[in-house]
């Protein structure tokens, strides 16, 4: 990270060579170029290249580019300002150290007749001025370059994002509504048209408001925790038709998180994967627990189900539904969410979502 990309130092080479281009040059026209001059604008470009590169590094260090950009006018010009003054002040010191600068201070003393710690400082003055300017520019083609890069990369992100979109689209009925669950539920619907209508009809509906979600929701990036919800409590519902007492369902939701976005049909996603490895392979049955709270800056959405945990392959990792989860929290958070499944005891398994909190 110090040393920096090739790409950088070919940035950095073509800068600095085009101001020792401009600069000679500009001397040139005006007088005879001697050896001291050389010395001179290379120790000068040196201390550029020295004091430019640690710019860099405090940008990178401290996250300067993430911050707003009130902060980062702000830093900008702060630590443009330090690193032109020592700066300034390292060239002058070698300049002394190396006799070079007896000229400019033989002018001034004698021509200007100051002092020598006054013309001492104008010429420090006078050099970090050259230098607050150069880095000035530097900053900016940095940060520029920067801004570019950074709305490049959220541009493909969109891309890869929409792509994944359709893509989940022409999955979904496969990818979040498992077809033996549809079947099942079409059995339970059956069974209860005789015994209950009422049931039957209801069953219906719940079904009914699955699938329509599951065709709908990729559609979007978000929906609230409370639109979720009442599809995951629909599927759970019709669920129960099929496991009756061996199917405990316990909520334990924070109402200030209804409001909190979640991406569609993940939750639902988590509890299929619950009771399909989970309540599915119990002979006694098990529960299955829906949890949703704030911690630590956190939306942590989990479920709880009775089970073992063999291998988070084993589990589900392979299947789309889990590996789907993941990517789209990487793409819509980045690395600020995390999706993590585990054995919290020897009979629970859980699988847990944490999500950046926005507040509403």
């Known amino acids: 990270m110090w040393l920096g990309k090739p790409r950088y130092w ?70 443009t300002i330090i690193a032109s003054l020592i700066a300034s002040f390292a060239y002058v010191e070698v300049m002394i150290a190396g006799d070079i600068l007896k000229k400019v201070d033989n002018e001034l ?46 541009q493909l992100d969109t891309l890869h994002l ?7 689209e022409l999955q979904t009925i496969k990818a979040h509504i498992n ?9 339970s619907i059956r069974a209860l048209v005789d015994e209950n209508p009422q049931r039957a009809r209801k069953a219906v509906t719940e079904l009914s408001n699955i699938l329509r979600s599951s065709l709908q929701s990729e559609k979007m990036e978000t929906v609230t ?16 038709m099929r496991f009756e007492d061996r199917l405990k369902i316990e909520y334990d939701i924070d109402e200030d998180t209804l409001d909190q976005p979640v991406p569609p049909m993940m939750l639902q996603t988590l509890v299929e ?20 709270d704030f911690k630590g800056g956190y939306h942590e959405l989990s479920v709880q189900n009775t089970g073992v945990l063999n291998g988070y392959k084993k589990y589900g990792g392979e299947g789309f539904g889990l590996s789907s989860t993941t990517n789209r929290l990487s793409l819509l958070y980045g690395d600020k969410a995390r999706f993590e499944i585990k054995q919290i005891n020897p009979l629970l398994v859980e699988a847990k979502v944490l999500i950046p909190v926005v507040t509403i």
């Open 225 to 240: 925790l409370e639109k979720e919800l009442s599809i995951v409590k629909d599927y759970l519902a019709l669920e129960n």
């Open 109 to 154: 003393l004698r021509e200007k007749n100051y002092s020598f710690w006054f013309a001492l400082w104008l010429v420090v003055l006078n050099n970090a001025f050259l230098y607050f300017l150069l880095f000035f520019i530097w900053h900016l083609i940095y940060f520029v370059y920067h801004y570019v890069e950074k709305s490049r990369k959220q």
């Open 273 to 292: 994967n619950a009771i399909k490895h989970g309540i599915g392979k119990q002979i006694d049955g098990g529960i299955v627990k829906v949890i949703s």
């Open 10 to 79: 070919i940035f950095q080479a073509l800068g600095w060579g085009s101001f020792f281009l401009l600069y000679t040059f500009f001397a040139f026209s005006f007088s005879t170029l001697e050896l001291v001059f050389f010395k001179r604008l290379g120790t000068f470009i040196f201390f550029g290249i020295l004091f430019s590169h640690l710019m860099r590094l405090l940008v990178v260090r401290f996250g300067l580019l993430q911050r707003n950009l009130t902060k980062q006018i702000f830093l900008f010009f702060g630590i």
């Open 179 to 187: 077809p033996h669950f549809i079947f099942n539920s079409l059995n």
């Open 162 to 168: 929409e792509s994944l979109v359709k893509e989940l």
